[in-house]
């Protein structure tokens, strides 16, 4: 019998853990980043940014292992309102003058005991969440929403995923207050993601 070299095992280990390990990157003209925030107190506003990039990885076996890293252009934010839009990146909010990107790294995810990758599947990603040079923990609530073929033949996932955050955490601190009592800015924002993601390199 030929004894197994130490290199022969290592390689055999690695390629153990990297089996059912896929990346995948966020499709721009299928993936909504949207974020909503209180004017007045009682009307919702809500915009979205329309550059961005990102990647997820795939552990089909141990789905704990997977991760996602998304950055975003802060400057390509759009509420539908010119005005409203420039102060939002000005110094009084994102300044993005001096901080172009938003970014997000997850750290962890947690899923029910025994999970697999299925449509469906809902979980927890955890991660760090970088607005305005500051970084702070979220906790997504994500699903995997499905998988398939599109219309060129490329492999597709999609997942959704929502959290909540307060604006002051991130140095976000600029308001007025309201002669009827209040502010203009609420401090909750809401994020909702749809992606749609193909196969990375």
Not at 17 to 41: C, N, Q, Y
Not at 55 to 74: F, G, K, Q
């Amino acid at each position: 019998m030929t004894p197994t070299s130490p290199t022969a095992t290592l390689a055999e280990e690695t390629l153990a853990e990297t089996a059912g390990v896929t990346r995948w990157t966020l499709d721009p003209t299928h993936t909504l980043i949207e974020f909503s925030g209180k004017h007045m107190m009682f009307t919702t506003v809500k915009g979205r940014f329309g550059a961005f990039s990102g990647e997820i990885v795939v552990d089909e076996a141990r789905p704990e292992r997977s991760s996602v890293a998304v950055e975003i252009e802060a400057a390509s934010l759009d509420t539908r309102t010119e005005m409203r839009d420039n102060h939002l990146r000005s110094a009084d909010f994102l300044h993005v003058e001096a901080f172009p990107a938003i970014s997000f790294k997850s750290t962890g995810i947690e899923l029910p005991a025994g999970a697999h990758v299925r449509p469906g599947l809902a979980f927890k990603v955890n991660g760090d969440l970088t607005v305005r040079g500051t970084t702070r923990p979220v906790v997504l609530d994500a699903e995997f929403t499905g998988e398939g073929t599109g219309p060129m033949g490329n492999r597709i996932k999609a997942f959704a995923a929502k959290t909540k955050i307060n604006r002051k955490d991130f140095g976000l601190t600029w308001n007025v207050a309201l002669e009827t009592g209040g502010v203009l800015v609420g401090d909750e924002i809401k994020i909702e993601i749809e992606t749609q993601a193909n196969p990375g390199a």
